[in-house]
């Protein structure tokens, strides 16, 4: 199981370039789609079922969003691979918290945005992700 944000971002460079070995990775985080994470973990397993584990990454190409293996935490199928001029916009609801921040993701095939948590641990890549998805810093 990886744990460690430098062993996860080489997971997922590692599957992004068997998919597509011309495109490079700028910044991966991992993000929880769903309600509140606070309010699913109090609901326990049942909770745990609203809950979707995604990598999120812009690379020179596109914004792939991985699915995350729950128990190896490994990058798995492509979800959605959005090209980089139609991800303009897609970014909404912007929420820095001191432990779970979340941003809304409007994702193709969706009727309305996603919730996506993220941890702390990855605030710094959220950040740079966010800014280089709308083109503003995000502070």
Aim: proline share 6%; aromatic share 6%.
């Amino acid at each position: 199981m990886a744990v460690k944000k430098a062993t996860i971002q080489q997971q997922v460079a590692q599957a992004i370039a068997q998919v597509n070995p011309a495109d490079r990775p700028l910044v991966t985080i991992q993000a929880i789609a769903g309600p509140s994470v606070w309010l699913m973990s109090m609901l326990g397993l049942i909770g745990q079922a609203f809950l979707t584990y995604y990598f999120i990454t812009v690379t020179e190409q596109a914004v792939v969003i991985h699915k995350a293996g729950r128990m190896s935490n490994r990058p798995q199928e492509i979800a959605f691979a959005i090209p980089a001029h139609e991800a303009v916009g897609i970014i909404s609801g912007v929420d820095r918290n001191t432990i779970w921040s979340s941003f809304r993701l409007q994702l193709p095939g969706q009727p309305k945005p996603t919730r996506m948590n993220v941890h702390r641990l990855w605030r710094a890549e959220m950040d740079e992700l966010l800014g280089r998805m709308t083109g503003q810093p995000i502070a």
